[in-house]
């Protein structure tokens, strides 16, 4: 995953096919040193959730672990690629259809999906992974063993979930550009079964798909914020104009 993330990201980047997107991408990645009290506060709300869902971790995966099934695990083998490579090619795939088609909306939804999954899953995951160093719940060593000497291995590097973080990335991206609840209800409950499926695999504690999946959804969010869609009456009708937030 973490390769084909680091080719995604240099492809992305290299080809620059929509103008402004690598400035706005460093935009999302810089725009905490901006928030104001709301959006700490919001960041204290995510922070309490994890740390929540962190002191039942214990009873949570065993639960899971006991109660895991052919099926369960026939379920999370055939989900768990959507949360990696599945997903940024589907995000490409949006993004292809929508020129293809002239649809603004699957063009947007691509467009979105990819620049938040390179801040989320790309950027900020990584950099937490490295820093926090948690082992995997197989290591049998706790629920609260951080070893950020030992995060050089994918071994410790199970907080936060990569997975979860990029499948809510891309959900939320998709989701913000559709209306009704059809689309959301489906990538939502896609997102949600690449987290689940990571606990049930014993390589995610539940507080590390909880903190991968806000990750995400903030990320692209802000993504999402930093986007509009204007309306310009015109002599003859309509123009749709794609503007970034602030320009």
Do not use: C
Request: hydrophobic residues 50%.
């Amino acid at each position: 995953m973490r390769r084909a993330a680091i080719a995604f990201l240099f492809v992305f980047l290299a080809a620059n096919a929509f103008g402004g997107e690598v400035q706005d991408v460093t935009k999302v990645v810089i725009a905490p040193v901006h928030w104001k009290l709301k959006q700490w506060a919001r960041f204290g709300e995510g922070v309490a959730l994890v740390v929540g869902v962190a002191a039942v971790d214990r009873p949570l995966i065993h639960a899971i672990q006991r109660n895991r099934t052919n099926f369960s695990d026939q379920f999370a083998r055939h989900v768990t690629p959507i949360g990696a490579n599945d997903a940024v090619l589907a995000s490409w795939a949006l993004l292809g259809s929508g020129f293809l088609l002239h649809n603004d909306t699957l063009r947007g939804a691509g467009r979105d999906a990819i620049e938040s999954e390179i801040v989320a899953a790309s950027l900020a995951t990584p950099v937490i992974k490295r820093i926090a160093g948690r082992a995997r719940p197989f290591r049998h060593e706790g629920t609260f063993h951080f070893d950020p000497n030992q995060s050089h291995s994918g071994n410790f590097q199970s907080f936060p979930s990569g997975h979860a973080t990029n499948a809510f990335a891309a959900a939320t991206a998709i989701a913000g550009h559709f209306d009704g609840w059809i689309v959301p209800t489906i990538v939502y409950t896609i997102a949600s079964g690449v987290s689940i499926s990571r606990v049930n695999d014993n390589v995610h504690f539940p507080s590390d798909v909880v903190a991968g999946a806000l990750i995400g959804r903030a990320v692209a969010k802000g993504v999402l914020a930093r986007h509009h869609i204007s309306v310009v009456p015109e002599k003859h009708g309509l123009l749709f104009v794609y503007r970034f937030a602030g320009e």
